[in-house]
């Protein structure tokens, strides 16, 4: 017990503490960063701690897509920090055995879910070698998530064929009219953390711009509710009342920036009005 207490307390100081470095070194440096947008495919996957609960689901992987906007400001020594905001679609697919005594068969529940996400990475960076003149890095991240679980829509059934479609809601009681068309989401966490470890490499594609691609892990540590967390209700064949489970996601994506300088830029500007302002010299004749 005291074990598992201080692995929980070290995974929410990890992140706290990781983002508390960065936020403290951005502003002696934010006189240049870099702004750029990101999308990629990613496979969520759902996870239970309990062995008994891993027993009772199979749990499959779910294809799903992000995008989102960034900001990247560089530190010393090769670090910088990045900052991400945008969407995803991720999902559960969990199928269990449903036993009753006039049927038996393997039911599945498809759930597709929208998210808002953001995330704090710190970066370090490492040249490599790969075309002659071109300084291509590679470079390593780590930091904190956070997700906005907005809605979603599902079929549960047959595994061969779900053919029973739902859309959820959340924290409401349950409508006999619904006839399991609604899934009714109760004491569930719609702000779910997760630790985000990636690596990837950038290419200039020009002075100002790079090119970027990054394979990132994403470890959940939130569950998704409790026990008896979903209930679609008018139906028998819908066990998959269990939300007591975490989200795992391997993502792949592709980045591009552009590079300012802020001080540079101005101190451009104060050399061109000084000349304008600069009055000619008369020569002597």
Known sequence: MILRSYCRKAVIITPL??????????PAYSQKFSLGAKGGALVSWTHYPDKDHRAMYDTKGKVGFFAAGLINFPLKNDYSCQIEGGFSQRGRKVEYDFDASTNSFTSVNNATYLYYDAALLLRRSFKMHVLKNVPTNWFVNIGPHISRWISGKGKYGNVEYPSQSYRIVFDQSRDPASLGSIMYLNDVNRWLFALDIGVGFDAPFSKTQHIAAELRFSSGHTFFGNELSANVGGTANFNDKNLKA????????????????????????????KDVKRKPVRRKR
């Open 246 to 273: 975490n989200e795992k996601i391997l993502s792949l994506s592709v980045a591009y920036t552009f590079d300012f300088d802020i001080q540079k830029s101005r101190t451009g500007h104060s050399t061109k009005d």
């Open 17 to 26: 503490s990781i983002s508390v470095l960065i936020l403290i070194s951005i």
